[in-house]
């Protein structure tokens, strides 16, 4: 009890502290970042940990100091460890249990690694991108002296419904799973709900993103919510200076057009219509391969279905692909496809595709049409069906000429809009702008 009372003390003193430096400060010094997550790259992958890794490798090479709190999710991950000059990542040991075991441990052990590290610096900013890690954090006594900013990469109660499975199990454990899976759900929302109200900017990667945050907290949280869009590596994604090489050594064949997928294996991502337009296309055209790489809880039931549908030598499931090989498949390939059924808040393989020259053909879906109704509205299918998927497949394997056309402008089209740097700028601005405005 006396230890809680002298750590909130400290909490105080720090916080006041930091006020008084930020107000002498002007908007070119080099700030004190520290960025709360749920992951980071590459100990986790995923979306929001890529841009957690990306813009904070940067905004350090820029001369900022940048902290990052995240949970220790693998032994082999020191709990501090020095990523580049000026990027330090610290991490809490987590215990395995249950979903609310897990999500209470989470709460609790980043406020209690927060505390040691306001103890040890000053922070000016603080980027929160998970709710669990926020949560406890941003009711600590005086923290709203210290601007805060919360990425919302996606509503993490639909998130989570999207991506647990169904059991097989019996009727009874079937509709007592889902009564949990509703109360985490909701739970979860609302931990959300509570950590926009208390930041003082929300970011988001889209329009569509952004109409989330309406839909599922309310409008009110449209005034001080900025769109700034996921980026690409492009000296890592780019064009490749032969095909045929990048296929000899993956081991895929010259002659067949491949489709490449990159998704986890999990119901909103659309695989399973994918699958189902992979039979349409054979009966117009079999020299065609479709690659799909990822895990996740759909593995079974999409092997179950390449070979009932009798696909087994036109689609192909890859498995978890390495970050190192990711560029040379985006490279092999000559469409990606984007099938996703729902919660497409931006999709960073899209622009890594494109990066590199491939084409990307997409559901109508959230983030996507934003990307890539600005390129080509062609790009996207009439509708998340898998008839309409095959069509559109087919109208480019009919036409490779205007498939050509559409490559010649990918890679332009990524390094004028998305590359890190240019993303990692908007977020520093918008560091800056919280700084120095009273009101967002």
């Known amino acids: 009890?006396?230890?809680?009372?002298?750590?909130?003390?400290?909490?105080?003193?720090?916080?006041?502290?930091?006020?008084?430096?930020?107000?002498?400060?002007?908007?070119?010094?080099?700030?004190?970042?520290?960025?709360?997550?749920?992951?980071?790259?590459?100990?986790?992958?995923?979306?929001?940990?890529?841009?957690?890794f990306e813009t904070a490798k940067r905004l350090a090479q820029r001369g900022h100091q940048v902290h990052v709190l995240v949970p220790q999710t693998g032994r082999n991950y020191p709990l501090e460890e020095e990523i580049t000059d000026n990027m330090l990542v610290f991490r809490y040991p987590i215990k395995r249990g249950g979903k609310i075991k897990n999500g209470i441990f989470h709460i609790l052990k980043s406020a209690t690694l927060?505390?040691?590290?306001?103890?040890?610096?000053?922070?000016?900013?603080?980027?929160?991108?998970?709710?669990?890690?926020?949560?406890?954090?941003?009711?600590?006594?005086?923290?709203?002296?210290?601007?805060?900013?919360?990425?919302?990469?996606?509503?993490?109660?639909?998130?989570?419904?999207?991506?647990?499975?169904?059991?097989?199990?019996?009727?009874l454990n079937k509709i007592f799973q889902k009564f949990k899976l509703n109360i985490y759900s909701e739970a979860l929302k609302f931990i959300e709900k509570i950590c926009l109200s208390r930041s003082k900017v929300i970011v988001v990667t889209s329009e569509f993103m952004k109409g989330q945050v309406a839909e599922e907290h309310g409008e009110k949280f449209l005034l001080k919510t900025i769109i700034?869009?996921?980026?690409?590596?492009?000296?890592?994604?780019?064009?490749s200076e032969g095909k045929e090489k990048i296929r000899i050594k993956l081991g895929l064949p010259?002659?067949?057009?491949?489709?490449?997928?990159?998704?986890?294996?999990?119901?909103?991502?659309?695989?399973?219509?994918?699958?189902?337009a992979a039979s349409y296309i054979r009966k117009k055209n079999r020299s065609f391969l479709i690659l799909i790489g990822g895990s996740g809880y759909l593995k079974e039931k999409l092997e179950r279905m390449i070979n009932e549908l009798k696909l087994s030598e036109s689609v192909k499931l890859l498995g978890f692909i390495k970050e190192e090989r990711l560029p040379w498949f985006y490279q092999a390939a000559d469409l990606f496809i984007?099938?996703?059924?729902?919660?497409?808040?931006?999709?960073?393989?899209?622009?890594?595709?494109?990066?590199?020259?491939?084409?990307?053909?997409?559901?109508?879906?959230?983030?996507?049409?934003?990307?890539?109704?600005?390129?080509?509205?062609?790009?996207?299918?009439?509708?998340?069906?898998?008839?309409?998927?095959?069509r559109k497949i087919l109208h480019y394997v009919?036409?490779?000429?205007?498939?050509?056309?559409?490559?010649?402008?990918?890679?332009?089209?990524?390094?004028?809009?998305?590359?890190?740097?240019?993303?990692?700028?908007?977020?520093?601005?918008?560091?800056?702008?919280?700084?120095?405005?009273?009101?967002?």
């Open 1 to 52: 009890m006396e230890r809680d009372r002298f750590e909130a003390s400290e909490m105080t003193f720090y916080l006041n502290a930091t006020r008084s430096v930020r107000k002498r400060s002007n908007l070119t010094k080099k700030l004190n970042i520290l960025i709360v997550a749920g992951g980071i790259v590459p100990e986790q992958m995923g979306g929001s940990h890529r841009i957690v």
């Open 114 to 171: 927060f505390r040691r590290l306001c103890g040890q610096h000053n922070y000016d900013i603080l980027h929160f991108h998970s709710p669990l890690q926020a949560f406890c954090i941003l009711f600590l006594k005086g923290i709203t002296s210290v601007p805060t900013i919360y990425s919302l990469h996606s509503p993490c109660g639909k998130e989570y419904r999207s991506n647990i499975g169904t059991s097989n199990d019996r009727l």
């Open 228 to 239: 700034i869009p996921g980026g690409c590596d492009i000296s890592k994604f780019k064009p």
């Open 254 to 276: 010259a002659n067949k057009f491949i489709f490449l997928t990159v998704r986890r294996l999990v119901k909103r991502m659309g695989l399973e219509n994918l699958i189902r």
């Open 338 to 390: 984007l099938p996703s059924v729902t919660l497409e808040g931006f999709g960073l393989s899209t622009i890594e595709s494109l990066a590199t020259g491939t084409p990307v053909l997409a559901t109508p879906v959230g983030g996507s049409i934003e990307i890539l109704s600005s390129l080509d509205k062609d790009l996207l299918f009439e509708d998340i069906g898998s008839l309409a998927i095959a």
């Open 398 to 440: 009919n036409h490779p000429q205007k498939l050509q056309q559409i490559q010649e402008k990918c890679r332009s089209y990524v390094v004028e809009r998305y590359s890190w740097e240019k993303i990692t700028s908007q977020i520093e601005r918008t560091y800056f702008r919280t700084l120095s405005t009273k009101d967002f």
